[in-house]
Nanobody
Framework: QVQLVESGGGLVQAGGSLRLSCAASGRTVSTTAMGWFRQAPGKEREFVAAIGWTRGRTGTDYSDSVEGRFTISRDNAKNSMYLQMNSLKPEDTAVYYC?????????????????WGQGTQVTVSS
C-alpha cells in the first residue's frame, strides 16, 4: 500500500507560479513511477506529467498543454514528488491529483496507476 498526500495548491493570478508537493509513505518513490493528473469542473481527469523509468533511465513526460511550463521532480531522501508550475493560465484551474503505480516504468494512462492522493485545488485567476 502507498499513501499519498498532496499540498501546495491555492489561488494565483495568471502568469504566476505554484509548487505542488506529494508526500508518499508505504513505498519509496525511487522504486515507483509517479504522476500528476488534474480534473477541471465538468471535465474528465487528464494526464499532466509523469516520472519513472523510460529508455534505460529515469525520465519525465508531459502533456502538450503543460510542456515547457511545468516541471515534475522527486526527492528520494524526502520520499516526495513535486510539480513546479510556471506561467499559469486560467485553463490550468483544476483539482490536481498525485498518483503512484507499483512499477518503475513511466505511464500516462490513469488506469495504470493504483494509488491516488485526495487532490489539491489550484485556481488561476485572469
Amino acid at each position: 500500500q502507498v499513501q499519498l498526500v498532496e499540498s501546495g495548491g491555492g489561488l494565483v493570478q495568471a502568469g504566476g507560479s505554484l509548487r505542488l508537493s506529494c508526500a508518499a509513505s508505504g513505498r519509496t518513490v525511487s522504486t515507483t513511477a509517479m504522476g500528476w493528473f488534474r480534473q477541471a469542473p465538468g471535465k474528465e481527469r487528464e494526464f499532466v506529467a509523469a516520472i519513472g523509468w523510460t529508455r534505460g533511465r529515469t525520465g519525465t513526460d508531459y502533456s502538450d498543454s503543460v510542456e515547457g511550463r511545468f516541471t515534475i521532480s522527486r526527492d528520494n531522501a524526502k520520499n516526495s514528488m513535486y510539480l513546479q508550475m510556471n506561467s499559469l493560465k486560467p485553463e490550468d484551474t483544476a483539482v490536481y491529483y498525485c498518483a503512484a503505480r507499483p512499477k518503475v516504468f513511466i505511464a500516462q494512462r490513469e488506469s495504470e496507476y493504483d494509488y491516488w492522493g485526495q487532490g489539491t485545488q489550484v485556481t488561476v485567476s485572469s
